[in-house]
C-alpha cells in the first residue's frame, strides 16, 4: 500500500498549482485524507484535510486560497492551491489513514507519499 504524489513545481507568486495524490494497492477503505508541509528549518504541519464524506479542515494560512477535494472511486486526494506566496515554499507530502487486506485479516495503517516540492518566487 503506497500513496503516490505528483503536481509541485515553481510558479511565480499569485500563481496556482494542483498537487495530487493516488493511494494504490490491497486496499479495502481509505479514511482521512491529508496534505501536509515542511519548509527548511521548519516542522512539518497540516495544510488541509478531508473525510470520506468531504468534511475538511484547512491551516489558516491557506484558507480561502487552497482547496482540497478527493475521489473516493479512485482513492485520490488533490490539492489546487491559488494565489499562491513564497511562504508557501515548502516540500509537499500527502498522507492517508488506510484500510487494506492482508492474507485474511484487516489492517489499518497511516501512510505518507513521497514529497513534491513547492518553490513560489515573488
Known amino acids: 500500500v503506497q500513496l503516490q504524489a505528483s503536481g509541485g513545481g515553481l510558479v511565480q507568486a499569485g500563481g496556482s498549482l494542483r498537487l495530487s495524490c493516488a493511494a494504490s494497492?490491497?486496499?479495502?477503505?481509505?479514511?482521512?485524507m491529508a496534505w501536509y508541509r515542511q519548509a527548511p528549518g521548519k516542522e512539518r504541519e497540516l495544510v488541509a484535510s478531508?473525510?470520506?464524506?468531504?468534511?475538511?479542515v484547512y491551516a489558516d494560512s491557506v484558507k480561502g486560497r487552497h482547496t482540497i477535494s478527493r475521489d473516493n472511486a479512485r482513492n485520490t486526494v488533490s490539492l489546487q492551491m491559488s494565489s499562491l506566496q513564497p511562504e508557501d515554499t515548502a516540500v509537499y507530502f500527502c498522507?492517508?489513514?488506510?484500510?487494506?487486506?492482508?492474507?485474511?485479516?484487516?489492517?489499518?495503517?497511516?501512510?505518507w507519499g513521497k514529497g513534491t516540492q513547492v518553490t513560489v518566487s515573488s
Open positions: 498522507n492517508a489513514d488506510v484500510q487494506y487486506i492482508s492474507g485474511d485479516q484487516m489492517h489499518g495503517m497511516d501512510i
Open positions: 494497492g490491497n486496499i479495502f477503505k481509505v479514511n482521512l
Open positions: 478531508i473525510t470520506v464524506g468531504g468534511g475538511t
